[in-house]
């Protein structure tokens, strides 16, 4: 592909693929340092690492592009603390305590939320497709939260560390549909000042923990996966995720994100002896076919949400 080239929707969904499966590792690498690393640690070490590598690449954007960052800094600093800070501080204080299994399934949620803050802040009307295939996603996450009892519903409730990860699958899904206002900058400009909101929001939650005797039990495992959440959930995930949503939209792109539960059960049981039951299996082909359905909306569709037209 050229630079004068636009991504095909085909290359479009490709890279999101590869995103999901970052951030799917992600969860696997947030609940298997438990005890090693405390979480918001974990989130400074993060962004500082991606931050660090960036900014060779970015520098010179950023120095072209400080004066319309500085103009539109409230809505990067919007995006940075919802996308950057919130989302990760959530997700990780929850995988202390939750499995890796959930905190993925509960990412299917993003999805629809995605459509309800594009209607509630844009007036983006949502089309019956997607509202089919987000409907089907439901489904299938529905199924595995029941595991596959319907009466399950009566009895069902959420831990501390369940609700944690809800809080960033709210964060997650005002970043995606906001992701439309973001400074028409160059993407690592924009990349780095988010990560350096990041960085800033963490610290302090980060000295916190040391200041309460939290350690990180440093090690070859702990080394890796410093290595793998600054790398690849960080600085790849989101430049290629960022470039997504823009040509895809935020509802076509957010779509995407119900793959992670797929990913995810997946590696938790290969890595973390997470058990799978029929029940998930089940809802990940209903997964699987929402985000498939989704695929088939039209592109003048997409056109329209990446324009921000209702």
Same mark, same amino acid.
């Given at each position: ?34 005890? #090693?690393?405390? @979480?918001?640690?974990?989130? =400074? &070490? ?8 960036? $900014? !060779?690449? /970015? ?124 400074? #028409?900058?160059? @993407?690592?400009?924009?990349? =780095? &000042? ?8 963490? $610290? !302090?939650? /980060? ?104």
């Amino acid at each position: 592909m050229t630079a004068h080239q636009r991504p095909t929707p085909l290359y479009s969904y490709a890279t999101l693929a590869a995103v999901m499966l970052f951030w799917s590792g992600n969860f696997i690498v947030g609940r298997a340092v438990q005890g #090693a690393v405390p @979480p918001f640690t974990l989130a =400074l &070490v993060r962004w500082t690492g991606a931050a660090l590598v960036l $900014a !060779p690449f /970015a520098w010179k954007h950023f120095r072209a592009d400080r004066a319309l960052l500085a103009a539109q800094w409230k809505i990067v600093l919007l995006l940075g603390l919802v996308g950057i800070a919130a989302f990760n501080g959530f997700v990780y204080a929850g995988l202390h305590h939750t499995t890796a299994t959930n905190g993925l399934l509960l990412q299917a949620a993003i999805p629809a939320l995605v459509l309800l803050f594009d209607r509630m802040l844009f007036g983006q009307r949502a089309t019956l497709v997607q509202v089919a295939a987000v409907l089907l996603s439901i489904a299938g996450v529905i199924l595995i939260v029941l595991r596959g009892d319907p009466l399950a519903i009566l009895s069902i409730g959420l831990n501390i560390g369940d609700l944690l990860v809800l809080c960033g699958v709210v964060s997650w899904a005002a970043y995606t549909s906001l992701l439309r206002l973001r400074p #028409a900058s160059h @993407p690592l400009s924009f990349l =780095l &000042v988010a990560f350096l909101i990041g960085i800033a929001a963490m $610290a !302090p939650l /980060a000295m916190f923990e040391w200041m309460r005797g939290e350690r990180v039990v440093m090690g070859w495992g702990t080394i890796g996966s410093f290595a793998y959440v600054a790398l690849l959930p960080s600085l790849a995930a989101y430049i290629l995720y960022n470039a997504a949503v823009h040509e895809l939209g935020a509802g076509p792109a957010g779509q995407t994100i119900t793959l992670m539960p797929l990913f995810g059960a997946l590696l938790a049981a290969g890595l973390l002896g997470e058990k799978l039951h029929a029940y998930h299996l089940a809802g990940m082909v209903l997964i699987l076919g929402g985000i498939l359905l989704g695929a088939l909306m039209r592109p003048g569709q997409a056109r329209d949400q990446r324009s921000g037209r209702p």
